[in-house]
């Protein structure tokens, strides 16, 4: 059975989108793509999100569900030339045979301009459709042309529970899985396996498959695998964490960083990281804290935090955990204000509530002064750089989103409107 040595991953891949797990968002039950399927009227698209969430897999699910025909490339590998031997086959089985082509292309933020460019005539006149798939965001990473002739899904990872569901019925398939073996995989050694995974159901299945594979049969002819076995196949530290201890580590590691002690928060960290948590979630939640309680009492927060995301990302473990350790301990450090996160709320909830919000005539961008205008726009660089005149809607013109409190730099800034309107710095 193993003559060929198909990853398991690649054997339990879904056929069906009985089969296929997760992305409820999208494919639920009257969700958009789900009723573009069930009609036949799935256009070009591209699906990013982390790795192992079934973009490739639901791409594939699509093009047979809809009798298509099915050109593959990687844009790692591929070139303008093989784009293009893509498009006149499909030009010529649309001509002959009036069947669809869907051309998926795995990565495709790696296609250059021009070879995003010479399939974009193509898919205008609908030659070829088109499914990216991509761990990037494509908004950012691929060439505009291209997303705006796309719908883009976003992944999300998979549910602990659905991974879990995938290693079980992995583990009795006897056609592509596991179930020609005879074995006795933990209920522990699966629960971890499908929680440190981290969403990835790739991971978790050739994780699985190497943790069978390696482990001899025992006494009793079964191959028996626990939660040390597992952790090992997955490089992955078993300590004892659950769901609910992870929460609570990630809850106290936040509220170190606000609460300034930065023994509690790389504690916290590392004892995350040690247990098999990706070091990208420390660092995301660093950029939010460095906003939320440093904020504008030291900005410098803000950018080291996202100097160790970068870190984490480009260089990984364990050469980012400096990064990350200086990260934390500036901001344990740095002083505290949530001016920023208070600022934001107060302006979102005006931004949906407010409906009486029309732009001051001397701000539109055909600029008026008639009687119901406010004057000529005053161009602030002729005063100096600073000048006096309204800029929110009137119903709004009142409004005071930013309270700088006397912290860290803050208590050095001078805004002018305040003076005006007799405003204090809060402490």
């Known amino acids: 059975m193993y003559s060929q040595r198909i990853p398991l991953a690649e054997r339990m891949r879904p056929t069906s989108l009985e089969d296929f797990v997760g992305q409820e968002h999208i494919v639920g039950k ?3 793509l789900s009723r573009a399927i069930s009609t036949g009227s799935v256009g070009s698209c591209i699906f990013y999100g982390p790795p192992g969430t079934g973009k490739t897999t639901l791409a594939g699910i699509i093009a047979k569900l809809l009798n298509a025909n099915i050109e593959k490339l990687n844009a ?62 494509p908004y950012t990473s691929m060439t ?28 009795t398939d006897k056609e592509n ?11 522990e050694a699966l629960k971890f396996l499908a929680f440190a995974c981290n969403g ?53 590691f936040c509220k170190s960083l606000r609460g300034s002690d930065v023994e509690a928060a790389l504690y916290y960290a590392f004892r995350l990281i040690k247990a098999g948590i990706d070091p990208l979630i420390i660092a995301r939640r660093m950029i939010a804290h460095a906003s939320e309680d440093v904020g504008m009492a030291d ?41 920023v996160v208070v600022a934001m709320n107060r302006a979102m909830a005006d931004a949906e509530n407010e409906r ?26 002729d005063f100096g750089g600073y000048c006096e005149q309204q800029y929110m809607p009137d119903k709004l013109k009142d409004r005071i989103y930013y309270e700088p409190s006397e912290n860290g730099r803050e208590k050095n800034l001078v805004r002018k409107k305040f003076a005006k309107n007799g405003f204090k710095p809060k402490k």
């Open 30 to 32: 009257n969700k958009l």
């Open 76 to 137: 790692v590998s591929s070139g303008v030339a093989d784009a293009k031997a893509v498009i006149e086959r499909a030009r010529s089985q649309k001509q002959m045979f009036g069947t669809d082509t869907y051309l998926l292309l795995d990565e495709c933020h790696r296609w250059s301009k021009a070879q995003s460019d010479c399939v974009l005539q193509a898919i205008e006149e609908g030659s070829i459709f088109f499914i990216g798939s991509t761990t990037e965001n």
């Open 144 to 171: 505009r042309a291209i997303v705006s002739r796309c719908s883009v899904f976003e992944f999300k990872k998979i549910s602990e529970q659905d991974v879990l569901k995938t290693l079980k019925r992995a583990l």
């Open 177 to 187: 899985g596991l179930g020609e073996f005879r074995t006795d995989v933990s209920e």
């Open 200 to 252: 990835d159901v790739r991971t978790a299945l050739n994780s699985l498959e190497l943790a069978v594979l390696s482990t001899k049969m025992g006494k009793d002819k079964i191959i028996h695998v626990d939660k040390d076995v597992m952790a090992e196949c997955l490089n992955r530290r078993p300590l004892s964490i659950d769901e609910n201890m992870y929460y609570d580590y990630l809850s106290a």
């Open 299 to 339: 900005s410098n927060a803000l950018l080291l935090a996202c100097c160790a995301l970068t870190s984490c990302e480009k260089l990984g473990p364990p050469e980012c955990f400096l990064a990350l350790t200086h990260a934390i301990i500036y901001i344990c450090e740095a002083e505290k204000s949530n001016s």
């Open 356 to 381: 009486e919000d029309m732009v001051p005539n001397h701000l539109k961008n055909h600029p008026s002064t008639n009687k119901d205008g406010h004057g000529k726009y005053k161009y602030p660089h």
